[in-house]
């Protein structure tokens, strides 16, 4: 079936959005309140898993599942490789090349890296493999007729996730590490499956939208509420040491998805954001670190620091943003020479 355009275009105005969050996440402003965002934008990361999952089906039906796989086993590496290069000049700079390459070849970091997804050359960078992870677990699953209970397993994973995670303080007496549950099984094919789930049950949920349209702002403004509630009882209590997923995010990263997939027509700046979305958020999300430590050490010795840090993801949005309308023009320049000859 068929996508409605409008549907297109509010998925990529809400991944121009996540975009930015997945920033906030890193790079949280300094400001009072600015704690809660970081709570808030903890959607971000589901979010891009259930863009995914949601347009996995146009995939099957180009008989493209294998170059998907493909494609995102070379972003990984990239990435991966880009933020290898870039650490090792930085540490051979400051003379601590062979101590840093003994930490990154580490039995420890070997396995943290394969088994639970976690870069030792780049924090942000378990995205990549938790994605590849899921488009090749996905892929066999698939084959197997069992998307069904994987979808049904989503659930379980979820609540594990929570219950080890955020939670885990409270819960367990003790503080699980992050890389337990953020990784490709806890986060990654839960929300690949919410996004499967979405596409395939499109119709009965965009009725349902356009039906209670008038309602997902309010529900929407509620778990924001609630999130910021969660949190605040966690801080309160020092609980709050591990800040993935909260009870309310599967929640509101659903009725966000499901708003701008099937009720968003029009929102503020939503061109800009639109085109941020389908265009540089991958090239966002790989740059970010790298911006920032290329621009802090020139804004502390300007004297700068308090004021960046105030408008910390902002500035390293923007400049991220910048590079990648830079790199896209250049390509083009790349391809308009070659074509030349």
Known sequence: MDRAPQREIGLDILRGMAAFLVVCIHFPLEVRGGNYLDGLA???VPLFFVFSGYFYQNTV?????????KKMAKIFLGGNLLYFAWRAWMHILNGTASEWLNGVFSPAA?????????????????????ALYVLILVYFLRK???????????IPLLVINICFGTWSTLLLGKTIPNNCTRNFLFVGLPFFCMGYAVFANQEK????????KKLLWPAMALLCVLNCAEQMFLFRNDLLVNKDLYI?????????FVYFAFGCKKFFAGKMLAQIGKKYSLTIYLLQCMADEILFPIIRACGLQNIYLKMHAVVVFAVCLGA?????KLQKRYKNSDAAY
């Open 324 to 328: 990648a309308v830079l790199v896209e």
């Open 205 to 212: 949920l965009a009725k349902m939208v356009q039906k209670y």
């Open 144 to 154: 197997c007729s069992l998307m069904k209970w994987a979808c049904m397993l989503s």
């Open 110 to 130: 070997v396995k943290a890296f394969v088994f639970k997804n976690e870069s030792p050359v780049g924090v942000h960078l378990w995205y990549l493999g938790a």
């Open 42 to 44: 903890r959607v971000a």
């Open 248 to 256: 309310t995010t599967p929640f509101l990263v659903f009725v966000l």
């Open 61 to 69: 039906k180009r008989n493209r599942e294998a170059a998907q796989i």
